[in-house]
């Protein structure tokens, strides 16, 4: 977090790794940034706050998850009032964050976070029987043509066919006992990126996809050359 990003804030930056699993999927992107703030109090670690009548914490969540789905590691971003042992911090947030949110790491002199350009997801869809034949090759075809495009929800709140070939750095598709599992990795920049969830509408109207269930996890972020980035 550079100081324009967290205000000029003068602190102990770090930046923590959080797993979110199971039914917290469910918290929401600011819930999850209160559970977060609420777990580092009760252990009793220091975060430093804005100045002025409306306080606030420095706390922020690299790139928003999408409600519903589970993370390896989601990075949140700090700024503490003193110094601590960041390898101190996961054993002791650990201690009393909910289940399914547990702190992997925790570290100083973290990339910034509008490096990141593309994310990795691990996508599994359940499917009726009637629906696996040759489904692979289909969506295959379809999410990696050069004219593969999704409908995106304008700010007008309108729909509006949108280019998102150049979006999509790879897609992956094998077969599963009960259905298929996806692995596509796909921007998620600072200036827009591209949700699992338009591949499957796509899917479904282009194609018939209908998958009796789907769990969508973001396992990794990468920069601009495809490495990784935490």
Same mark, same amino acid.
């Given at each position: 977090?550079?100081?324009?990003?967290?205000?000029?804030?003068?602190?102990?930056?770090?930046?923590?790794?959080?797993?979110?699993?199971?039914?917290?999927?469910?918290?929401?992107?600011?819930?999850?940034?209160?559970?977060?703030?609420?777990?580092?109090?009760?252990?009793?670690?220091?975060?430093?706050?804005s100045?002025?009548?409306?306080?606030?914490?420095?706390?922020?969540?690299?790139?928003?998850? +999408?409600?519903?789905? #589970?993370?390896?590691?989601?990075?949140?971003? @700090?700024?503490?009032?003193? $110094?601590? =042992? *960041?390898?101190?911090?996961?054993?002791?947030?650990?201690?009393?964050?909910?289940?399914?949110?547990?702190?992997?790491?925790?570290?100083?002199?973290?990339?910034?976070?509008?490096?990141?350009?593309?994310?990795?997801?691990?996508?599994?869809?359940?499917?009726?029987?009637?629906?696996?034949?040759?489904?692979?090759?289909?969506?295959?075809?379809?999410?990696?043509?050069?004219?593969?495009?999704?409908?995106?929800?304008?700010?007008?709140?309108?729909?509006?066919?949108?280019?998102?070939?150049?979006?999509?750095? +790879?897609?992956?598709? #094998?077969?599963?006992?009960s259905?298929?599992? @996806?692995?596509?990795?796909? $921007?998620? =920049? *600072?200036?827009?990126?591209?949700?699992?969830?338009?591949?499957?509408?796509?899917?479904?109207?282009?194609?018939?996809?209908?998958?009796?269930?789907?769990?969508?996890?973001?396992?990794?972020?990468?920069?601009?050359?495809?490495e990784?980035?935490?």
């Amino acid at each position: 977090m550079s100081e324009q990003e967290n205000g000029g804030a003068a602190g102990y930056k770090l930046r923590l790794v959080v797993a979110k699993e199971g039914r917290s999927a469910y918290i929401s992107h600011l819930d999850m940034m209160r559970t977060l703030t609420r777990a580092l109090a009760r252990a009793g670690v220091p975060l430093k706050h804005s100045e002025g009548f409306h306080q606030r914490a420095y706390l922020s969540l690299v790139r928003p998850l +999408s409600l519903g789905y #589970e993370s390896d590691g989601e990075l949140c971003d @700090i700024v503490l009032a003193q $110094k601590c =042992a *960041p390898e101190t911090l996961p054993e002791r947030l650990n201690r009393v964050l909910p289940e399914g949110i547990r702190v992997k790491a925790a570290f100083e002199n973290a990339i910034n976070g509008r490096e990141i350009i593309w994310a990795r997801y691990e996508i599994f869809a359940e499917l009726p029987e009637a629906c696996g034949d040759g489904m692979e090759k289909k969506l295959a075809a379809l999410w990696l043509a050069p004219d593969f495009s999704v409908m995106k929800r304008t700010k007008k709140g309108t729909y509006q066919e949108t280019a998102a070939a150049e979006q999509i750095r +790879s897609v992956e598709i #094998e077969g599963a006992a009960s259905g298929l599992k @996806i692995a596509a990795v796909l $921007k998620d =920049a *600072p200036d827009g990126g591209l949700n699992p969830s338009y591949l499957l509408a796509a899917a479904q109207e282009k194609l018939g996809f209908e998958p009796l269930l789907v769990r969508c996890r973001r396992t990794g972020f990468f920069n601009a050359a495809g490495e990784p980035v935490a």
